[in-house]
């Protein structure tokens, strides 16, 4: 039987710190031996809006987040409007008593409703800025979460001692309060007890960037595009720390060039932006594979067409990431499914973007992009540093003349960097030789246009095989054999554990094939595991299925059920278990 984890929606106006109330209670809870899922929701407003910010609490891990709220603290008459429906059973609603106005019509049976007088005990804008601190008084007193695991994480997190002092005035002020309006009301389920495990609270976002810090990144630029950006704000942040520089470009045709650049001095560099700044960069994508200039860029998907919907979530750029810019030409595009694969498959994904001197291009979206997760400290110490084919002085000086795109039976030539003596540094986006130089633009080799035509695009294809054997394309998760295999990728993975963890307890089996690399495209690992299911259910965040047309198009295999969902949210563990009942009737 599953357990669903105990939820909290902290909901209010934009500025009321909602975004913070929740990473301060999900690292309350992780200090203490509770893990947690954090999701934000936004608006793409300049200001004002509604906020929110969902913590789902367990004694386990927890994957993903679930939209059945245990507890909502309301700031906003908008945060209880637009969430009646997903209120569960006993459920509890803290709300501002002069802001909030229940329809006592809505509220579900068996849900209790605590007006608190909130943003009213304050005065002034600046007053309000702390909102939040009286909201988690309040929750602390009406749910039992310990207040004083609270004001632990506050005084790390403050650095003026009179602002952490307010703070912290406010917060036992509102406990105070609420309880001797409301005692003894206690409904978080979970006890509190440090395990001495050291754990993080991150995002998507936090540890791709720390994936590629940890794989030798020296420059990232980009334009600041949702929800790319943080990936760059992290990095920036930490620049000095790690000697790197960052640069934000005048728009994302600049970034991009800047990176090939980079990457042809030999710089690790990464970027990142959304599907808009991503289809500026195509063109250039199609020179880094011309030119085999190793290429690094994050696309985190959000709603589209265009500019679509800037703060939510979809899995819908995957047949255009795989086919972006004109022309054809091998490219890697790997789609972690959680931070975890953030972390390592973007370290991979370096070293495989050297060795094989293509570009490389992290599908993520906004639901893995900006959700945060409890978790372990990365077990990072066997990871190496690999460059690939680059070359030294003294190989070149054994290597006369040097051809930079000599022929190879793998497609991958050795590289030399600028600088280095008896080198050739060119790089063009023309079709060329095995100098480098344009073929219709030389004498020499005009004559020869088709042979070194056909030849230029063999040796691009010729590295194929290799990535094939270097990367894990898929993952099967659960059983080897079972009576029903789902079938995703990327951010939907969490929930498609937890769902399936959850049938699998009730006696039916159920597995879930992961496609981790989408291209080049793993079809014999994907034919060999369809192949030997009894059933199959394609699981997409897009309208048309696009992984199950890339299956169809690579293994003539069609999946029998299809569950899609494009309406700007993600996948949850009991939206899941409900579709596989549906299915394994």
């Known amino acids: 039987m599953w357990r669903k984890p105990f939820t909290v929606m902290f909901g209010g106006q934009a500025g009321y710190g909602i975004m913070s109330a929740g990473a301060l209670v999900a690292k309350a809870g992780a200090r203490n031996g509770l893990w947690a899922f954090v999701v934000n929701e936004y608006p793409s407003l300049i200001k004002g809006g509604l906020n929110t910010c969902i913590v789902s609490f367990d004694a386990n891990p927890v994957k993903a987040y679930e939209e059945r709220l245990d507890f909502l603290c309301a700031l906003s008459q908008e945060a209880l409007d637009q969430n009646y429906n997903k209120l569960d059973r006993g459920a509890a609603v803290l709300y501002d008593s002069d802001a909030v106005k229940p329809d006592r019509d ?16 304050l005065s002034g804008e600046t007053a309000k800025v702390m909102a939040n601190s009286a909201m988690l008084g309040a929750f602390c007193a009406l749910s039992g979460f310990p207040i004083e ?55 998507g976002n936090d540890a791709i960037a720390m994936g590629a810090i940890k794989a030798g990144v020296k ?39 800047m990176l090939i650049g980079a990457g042809f001095a030999g710089v690790r560099a990464l970027g990142s932006t959304s599907g808009g700044g991503f289809a500026l960069m195509t063109e250039a994508l199609g020179f880094a594979a011309q030119a085999e200039v190793p290429l690094v860029i994050v ?123 008896k080198g050739r540094h060119i790089a063009t986006s023309y079709t060329h030789g095995e100098d480098g130089f344009y073929s219709s633009g030389n004498r020499e080799y005009a004559a020869q ?113 299809v569950y899609l969902k494009y309406d700007s949210r993600p996948f949850t563990p009991a939206l899941i278990i409900e579709k596989i009942k549906e299915v394994l009737l």
Not at 109 to 121: D, E, F, H, M, R
Not at 219 to 247: I, N, Q
């Open 106 to 121: 809505k509220v579900p049976q068996a849900v209790t409703l605590y007006p608190v007088k909130l943003i009213g005990s």
């Open 149 to 203: 695991k609270i004001a632990d994480i506050m005084k790390t997190g403050f650095i003026k001692a009179k602002v952490l002092q307010q703070n912290l005035t406010l917060l036992y002020q509102t406990f105070d309060q609420t309880r001797s309006l409301f005692a003894e009301e206690k409904t978080f389920p979970l006890s509190f007890q440090a395990d001495g495990n050291r754990k993080m609270l991150l995002n």
């Open 219 to 257: 420059f990232a630029a980009g334009y600041p595009m949702t929800p790319g950006s943080s990936v760059l704000t992290y990095l920036a942040d930490h620049a000095v720390e790690y000697g790197l520089v960052f640069k934000q470009a005048e728009d994302e045709i600049a970034a991009v060039n």
């Open 299 to 421: 696309n985190a998907q959000r709603g589209g067409p265009s500019t679509g919907l800037p703060t939510r979530t979809a899995q819908a750029d995957l047949n255009f990431v795989v086919h972006a810019s004109q022309g054809e030409f091998p490219r890697i595009v790997m789609a972690p499914g959680d931070v975890e694969e953030c972390f390592f498959e973007t370290f991979q994904l370096f070293n495989l973007v050297e060795k094989f001197q293509v570009p490389g291009i992290i599908l993520t979206d906004k639901y893995l992009a900006d959700s945060s997760i409890v978790h372990p400290y990365f077990e990072d110490g066997d990871l190496r540093v690999d460059r690939g084919a680059l070359v030294d002085e003294s190989w070149l000086n054994d290597n006369q003349p040097y051809l930079r795109y000599r022929a190879a039976e793998d497609g991958v030539s050795p590289r030399a960097i600028p600088g280095q003596m």
């Open 449 to 561: 246009e088709p042979e070194i035509t056909a030849a230029g695009l063999d040796k691009l294809f010729a590295k194929v095989p290799g990535i094939l054997q270097e990367i894990q394309g898929v993952k099967l998760h659960g059983p080897q054999a079972a009576e029903l295999t789902i079938i995703g990728w990327g951010s939907s993975k969490g929930a498609i554990l937890e769902a399936i963890t959850a049938v699998n307890q009730t006696g039916r089996t159920v597995n879930f094939l992961q496609v981790l690399y989408l291209s080049p495209f793993p079809a014999e690992a994907v034919q060999a595991v369809l192949q030997g299911s009894k059933r199959t259910l394609l699981i997409e965040g897009n309208k048309t299925g696009q992984l199950g047309a890339m299956i169809r198009t690579y293994t003539g295999l069609s999946m029998e059920e």
